[in-house]
C-alpha cells in the first residue's frame, strides 16, 4: 500500500492564469511565437532525473504553450554531455533545460545565447554555474535540488539509534555529490557518527564501493551515478541488514529505508514556471535568482524495514507524507 505523496503544487492555479491570458490571442510568447523549440538533456537516466524531466515538461504543458522537445541523454558519460550541448549550441533552440550538475556545466561552456534553465544541480555557484544564488548572471538560472543532510542523517539517528558508522559511495567527479559529503561529514560529526567513504568513476564499480565499507548503515546523496545503480548498494544493505538513508524519495521507493528530501518532479515543475516566464513574458535569467524546494517529503519504506529487521517508530509512520509497503 502506498499512500501517494501531496500532487504537484501550483499546477491548476498556474494553468488558470496564464490560459487566461492566452485566450483568444495567436500567439503565446512576448516575441509572437507560437511554438517553441526547447532542448533537453541529461546527464543519466534514474527515476529522480527523469522525474524533474517530466515535471518540467508538465508545467509548460499546464501553461498552453505548444513545445517541440530535442530530448538527450548523456548515459552518464561526460564527453557525450559536452557532444549534446555543442550540438545544441547550434541548433534553432528557444531554451535548453540542464538536468544535473555535469550537464548544466557542459551546457554553460557551449550555449551563450540562449536560456539555460538546469535543475537537479546542488550548487550552481560552487559548479561555476552562475555568478550568485540570487543575481545569477549570463544566460542561467533554475533550481537547485541541496537537500537537508544533517536532517536526512538525523532521522537515522532516529531509526536506528545504534547505528556509529555510515558508509557514502560516490563519484568524485561530481561537485554536487563532493558538496553533499562535506556537508555530511559536518552533520555527522554534530550527531556522534563516523563517516567512511567510497569512491567510484562509474555505475559498474557501485557495487563494489558498497562492499568496501565496513559501516552500519549507508547514506546516498543525490549522485548520479550511484542513484544509477542504486540496487546494487541495496543489495549489499539489505545483505548485511543495514539501513540505507536516500536523498530523494524515488530512492526510497526503490529500497531505501527512508527520507527526508525532495519531491523531484515538483521540482521539474518549479523549473519549469520558470521556464515559462523567460518564453513568454521576456524574463532575463541573468536577474532570476536560482529557487529551491521549501517543501519537504518524509518518505518510508516498511516493506525494506521489515526485510533488515527494524521496526519503524509508529510515530514517524503516522507522520510521513508517503510509506511504502
Request: with cysteine; glycine share 8%.
Amino acid at each position: 500500500m502506498k499512500r501517494t505523496a501531496t500532487a504537484l503544487l501550483g499546477a491548476t492555479a498556474l494553468a488558470a492564469t496564464l490560459g487566461l491570458s492566452a485566450c483568444g490571442q495567436e500567439s503565446t510568447g512576448s516575441g509572437g511565437q507560437d511554438s517553441y523549440q526547447i532542448g533537453i538533456t541529461q546527464i543519466v537516466e534514474h527515476p529522480s532525473l527523469d522525474a524533474a524531466r517530466e515535471g518540467f515538461k508538465q508545467a509548460l504543458a499546464d501553461a498552453g504553450l505548444e513545445v517541440s522537445y530535442d530530448e538527450q541523454n548523456a548515459q552518464g558519460d561526460q564527453s557525450t554531455a559536452t557532444s549534446i550541448a555543442t550540438t545544441f549550441a547550434s541548433s534553432d533552440l528557444d531554451l535548453v533545460l540542464a538536468i544535473a550538475t555535469p550537464t548544466a556545466q557542459a551546457s554553460v561552456q557551449a550555449i551563450t545565447d540562449v536560456p539555460i534553465l538546469v535543475t537537479a544541480v546542488t550548487d550552481p555557484v560552487e559548479a561555476g554555474l552562475v555568478d550568485s544564488w540570487d543575481a545569477p548572471g549570463g544566460n542561467v538560472t533554475g533550481t537547485s535540488d541541496i537537500n537537508p543532510v544533517d536532517e536526512q542523517l538525523g532521522l537515522l539517528t532516529e531509526l536506528a539509534p545504534e547505528v556509529q558508522t555510515v558508509g557514502i559511495v560516490y563519484s568524485a567527479g561530481e561537485v554536487n555529490s563532493t558538496i553533499q559529503v562535506d556537508l555530511a561529514r559536518t552533520a555527522a560529526e554534530d550527531l556522534g557518527l563516523q563517516v567512511e567513504e567510497a569512491t567510484v568513476t562509474n555505475s559498474a564499480e557501485v557495487q563494489q564501493g558498497a562492499e568496501s565499507l565496513d559501516v552500519d548503515a549507508y547514506y546516498v546523496p543525490t549522485d548520479n551515478t550511484v542513484v544509477s545503480a542504486l540496487e546494487a548498494l541495496l543489495q549489499v544493505a539489505e545483505s548485511r541488514s543495514l539501513p540505507v538513508i536516500a536523498a530523494e524519495g524515488d530512492s526510497v521507493e526503490r529500497g531505501a529505508l527512508a527520507t527526508y528530501g525532495l519531491d523531484y518532479e515538483r521540482l521539474g515543475y518549479q523549473t519549469g514556471e520558470m521556464a515559462v516566464q523567460v518564453l513568454t513574458e521576456g524574463a532575463d535569467p541573468a536577474a532570476m535568482p536560482i529557487e529551491t524546494q521549501d517543501e519537504l517529503s518524509l518518505v518510508l519504506n516498511a516493506d525494506t524495514a521489515e526485510r533488515i529487521g527494524l521496526e519503524l517508530p509508529p510515530e514517524l509512520v503516522d507522520s510521513a507524507d508517503t510509506v511504502y509497503e
